[in-house]
């Protein structure tokens, strides 16, 4: 057919779930016999050289694919996500929004240049250990990101203890350059003994370094812009 070549596939295969590997039968017009396509994200493979790539809402949403019960006691496990991402786009998430599990691996934009994240509705509640883009920081790193909260939807008609735009608990690791706004204003479920901070809810531990945050929080407990309740391990600047 005029504008197009034919091409006959030769096998198909995973390596991962994240890609497949198709083999083509070489010709005298195609010079290549492989090709990787992602399955889940736009490239990278994950690592901290080569991180997995975000250029859309799905590319994003797929974040949460990467989770994995991570043994961190004899006797206990918690869903973390070990690998890192680099942020090409602005992305908008229009659906609900759960926090992501346990962050120990990284979310940075792809060139420095701060992307924006806009979060129509997100999940809070007891059901999670904090909300915002990520549950928990522990041991990672996002950098260079502003976060947009819209709505607050509570899911169980519980209280949420801590929210924060990137994460409702800090235990460990580095936010660099990140910024937030929006509203943290649902006052009915942000109880007394409540944390709620434009970055960070609650830290034991870390570094917060050039943030700011402009969103708007109504609580009838503790509140600040940068992070709510913190211990003196924890590094601002």
Request: proline fraction near 2%.
């Amino acid at each position: 057919t005029k504008g197009y070549t034919e091409v006959k596939v030769k096998r198909i295969k995973t390596d991962s779930p994240q890609n497949i590997i198709i083999n083509l039968e070489s010709n005298d017009y195609l010079k290549f016999e492989k090709l990787k396509i992602h399955n889940l994200f736009y490239g990278g493979n994950g690592t901290a050289e080569d991180p997995y790539q975000i250029k859309c809402q799905r590319h994003f949403k797929n974040i949460r694919l990467c989770a994995q019960n991570v043994r961190y006691e004899e006797d206990q496990t918690s869903l973390m996500i070990l690998d890192n991402f680099a942020i090409l786009n602005d992305i908008e998430l229009t659906d609900v929004f759960e926090p992501f599990p346990i962050l120990k691996g990284s979310l940075k934009s792809a060139n420095g240049e701060v992307k924006d994240i806009r979060i129509v509705w997100l999940c809070t509640g007891s059901g999670y250990n904090g909300s915002g883009l990520f549950e928990t920081i522990w041991g990672g790193e996002v950098s260079d990101i502003s976060v947009e909260i819209v709505y607050e939807l509570n899911k169980d008609g519980t209280y949420g203890i801590r929210k924060g735009a990137i994460c409702g608990y800090l235990i460990d690791g580095k936010i660099n350059n990140c910024t937030s706004k929006g509203y943290f204003n649902n006052i009915e479920y942000n109880s007394k003994n409540s944390f709620i901070g434009g970055i960070v809810g609650e830290a034991l531990r870390g570094e917060i370094i050039n943030c700011n945050s402009s969103i708007i929080i109504t609580t009838n407990g503790k509140q600040d812009k940068i992070i709510a309740e913190k211990t003196d391990n924890v590094i601002i600047k």
